[in-house]
């Protein structure tokens, strides 16, 4: 296949993927849930709530292996994102405020980029995030599917408590409100 041809089909396949996972959350998301309603997801519902989270290791932007056992005894947020998910940029100023209002409460949020490390650097760079942020590329969708996200959607959140149990999943944006209200009794 020419070099051009093979250019035009990455793109193409890189429209299909940002189509689709727009296309999910719009379609597959209701309005946010009442406060008294939880989030029903598809990994809440093929059992990964209350079980242990899995083990992985990934490096840093600045290419340390990080592994997810680093952060033991904090309540933490996995979150699978990428640069071109536009939910998932929706979603990235509540996460910040949420790691400085409760950082020094054990609170982490981990991201997960599902993509290329220049364009993720750019993004940190940009919008000043303050937690840890990990590269994964294609090898954070086996990461994202020991989460329990069996479909590939973006973003993809994971709440697990101090222990290291899966206390709540939620595919497609997370709303401040709903972190927070889950988050509170982990504390």
């Known amino acids: ?14 429209l299909l993927a940002g189509f689709g996972g727009y296309g999910f959350y719009h379609l597959g ?5 009442a406060p008294a309603q939880a989030a029903v997801t598809p990994a809440a519902s093929n059992g990964v709530v209350g079980m242990a989270r899995p083990e992985f290791s990934l490096p840093d ?7 997810i056992s680093e952060w033991d005894g904090d309540v933490v947020l996995v ?10 940029l929706k979603e990235m100023p509540a996460f910040v405020e949420v790691q400085e209002e409760y ?3 054990g609170v982490t949020i981990v991201a ?3 993509d290329e490390e220049n364009a993720v650097r750019d993004f940190v760079n940009t919008y000043g995030i303050n937690f840890p942020v990990l590269i994964g590329e294609t090898e954070a969708m086996t990461v994202t599917r020991d989460y ?11 709440l697990y408590d101090r222990e290291g149990k899966i206390r709540f999943v939620k595919a497609g944006e997370l709303h401040k409100d709903t972190f927070v209200r889950e988050l509170k009794p982990l504390l």
């Open 79 to 88: 979150n699978f994102w990428a640069t071109w998910c536009p939910p998932c």
């Open 61 to 67: 932007l600045e290419g340390t292996a990080r592994h």
């Open 112 to 114: 997960v980029a599902i």
């Open 1 to 14: 296949m020419s070099q051009p041809a093979f250019l035009g089909l990455l793109v193409v396949i890189a």
């Open 148 to 158: 329990g996200n069996r479909f590939g959607a973006l973003p993809y959140s994971v």
């Open 29 to 33: 998301q209701p309005s946010e849930p």
């Open 103 to 105: 950082g020094a409460r």
